[in-house]
């Protein structure tokens, strides 16, 4: 007879039980896993405690402060001021002289001073318009008067005219070489002064003294004007 097989019994893998429970090693794996705090240095606890400023939002313009009544006056005034400047310029010399004769009252010194000088020539501009000038002493004298007082481009005009009438008076070509020196125009003032000196050879001299022609003294050409090379005997 066979005999009857015998049920092994396998030795458990986690050994034999024993009275007392093994304590799990996961609760100190989990408590090594957590993250220890941070401690903060003082300086770093002194940061954190400072409040902090909010920010500034740069889309919103700054206050403006408000102009005083001076500064709206003078505002007001230098819009007058530019208004009868256009009117000067556009040659509505009655109407722009009103506005400039009122501007000379204002409290605004710089302002006023400028206003007074054009109302001065205002009145020089307009007392023109009434001149009845006729001979070649007439437009001479009030060219002159014009070239002294800066305006060398009007004082060519009334030469020009002086000139028609009278074109072997040396002493006009020499007033419009000097209106052309004054202009920076070398050409045109070293052309006129020679047609004077060969008019009458005392302009030469006279030349060689006049401030008006102080552009043009590096000029090789204006030098040798005034100071000719004696022909050898």
Do not use: W
């Not at 040659?91 to 710089?110: N, V």
């Not at 000097?178 to 920076?184: E, F, K, Q, S």
Request: proline share 7%; glycine share 2%; aromatic share 6%.
């Amino acid at each position: 007879m066979k005999k009857p097989k015998t049920k092994k019994v396998r030795p458990s893998p986690k050994g034999p039980r024993s009275g007392k429970r093994k304590t799990s090693a996961k609760p100190a794996a989990a408590s090594r896993a957590r993250p220890a705090k941070a401690t903060l240095s003082s300086s770093a606890r002194a940061r954190k405690v400072l409040p902090q400023k909010p920010a500034r939002d740069s889309s919103s313009p700054p206050a403006k402060r408000k102009p005083t009544a001076e500064e709206i006056a003078h505002q007001h005034a230098m819009e007058r001021f530019e208004n009868a400047l256009q009117l000067f310029n556009q040659h509505q010399l009655a109407r722009a002289r009103g506005m400039f004769e009122r501007l000379t009252e204002i409290p605004s010194r710089d302002l006023a001073e400028r206003a007074r000088v054009y109302v001065r020539i205002c009145d020089q501009r307009l007392a023109r318009t009434t001149l009845q000038l006729k001979t070649t002493e007439d437009y001479y004298n009030y060219a002159v008067g014009l070239a002294n007082e800066g305006n060398a481009e009007e004082s060519e005009q009334y030469l020009l005219k002086a000139l028609k009438l009278s074109p072997r008076s040396d002493y006009i070509y020499y007033a419009l070489a000097t209106t052309y020196a004054l202009r920076d125009d070398v050409n045109g003032a070293l052309e006129h002064l020679l047609k004077a000196i060969e008019l009458d050879e005392r302009n030469r001299f006279q030349a060689q003294n006049d401030a008006d022609f102080a552009n043009l003294l590096e000029d090789p050409r204006f030098t040798e004007l005034l100071y000719p090379e004696k022909p050898m005997a």
